[in-house]
């Protein structure tokens, strides 16, 4: 995935498994088929999972993401991960790595639930219930999406010079040079702050589709309200983005902000991952047509 990612085999993780957490020894161990951008990730047995950064943590940071995971799955209205346990950096394997427990479910296809209607909701009722959960003096930490979109500009034009063969370049610019100025639409709330596809699992099929699980709530966190929008323009079609703006009773301004986010992470994925993860590029470039062909956005262009 990434160029200086830390390297790892099966026999190793294995063994790092078994010797921090004896009681784990004797279960089956599986490298989970396609695994996250940041970890790769391992089922042991059927309810836990192994997560080893690709790029390096601390054990501190663990602690902090088990702390997020934790306050994430107790204000979710559906399944989340819970920490089990965190390994330290060995010298094995120089990275802290962690254990949480595994949730069934199917990831999110962004083809497949287009036009799901039951799904936008329950992705409202979600983020709903996130941004009610109290930020007890917490501001946003800096990282990543939920600050300043214009913070975002360096990255972007970056994003615009390479993407150039994959998506039409002149006009996701015109469109984020409208979209970068929207002010916030109120304060930070508290987010998931990584609502992609991936990161969702749902059941069922079309219309009947529900979401039964969500993933990756380490980062839980304040952040531009807006943000958790993303998943509206990564997942659905316009009359299902309805359904989920309705849902969260957004108003322009914040609408718009959420389809700023959005750009911002779909135009990183479809070059960053165009040779090493395609579903990751695919995301991206769907993302992007989504943008770009919706009628409110296109009348900012026109």
Do not use: K
């Not at 214009?150 to 002149?170: I, Q």
């Not at 943008?291 to 009348?299: N, Q, Y």
């Amino acid at each position: 995935m990434h160029e200086d990612e830390l390297a790892l085999d099966d026999a190793v993780a294995a063994r790092l498994i078994a010797g921090r957490f004896p009681e784990l020894g004797d279960r089956e161990l599986r490298p989970v088929p396609g695994s996250g951008t940041v970890n790769r990730i391992f089922r042991i047995g059927e309810d836990l999972v192994a997560r080893f950064p690709r790029l390096g943590a601390t054990v501190a940071d663990l602690r902090r993401e088990a702390a997020a995971l934790d306050e994430f799955a107790a204000v979710s209205p559906v399944a989340a991960p819970r920490p089990y346990g965190i390994g330290a950096a060995t010298p094995d394997h120089p990275s802290a790595w962690s254990v949480q427990t595994w949730v069934e479910g199917d990831p999110a296809d962004p083809t497949r639930f287009a036009d799901s209607a039951r799904l936008a909701r329950d992705l409202a009722a979600l983020i709903v219930a996130l941004r009610r959960t109290d930020l007890r003096g917490r501001v946003f930490d800096g990282q990543g999406r939920g600050g300043e979109l214009s913070d975002h500009d360096d990255w972007l034009t970056e994003c615009f010079a390479r993407s150039g063969h994959l998506v039409d370049v002149p006009r996701a610019a015109a469109l984020w040079q409208e979209l970068r100025t929207i002010p916030a639409a109120g304060p930070p709330a508290m987010s998931h702050r990584d609502l992609t596809p991936f990161n969702l699992l749902a059941q069922g099929l079309g219309n009947d589709a529900r979401l039964v699980g969500v993933l990756d709530g380490g980062g839980f966190g304040p952040a531009d309200r807006a943000l958790d929008l993303v998943a509206a323009w990564h997942l659905f079609d316009a009359p299902a983005r309805r359904q989920l703006r309705d849902g969260v009773a957004a108003e322009d301004g914040e609408w718009l902000r959420g389809a700023a986010w959005a750009l911002q992470q779909a135009m990183g994925l479809v070059w960053y991952y165009e040779h090493t993860s395609p579903d990751l590029s695919a995301l991206g470039r769907s993302t992007m047509r989504r943008l770009l062909t919706d009628v409110d956005l296109s009348a900012l262009l026109d």
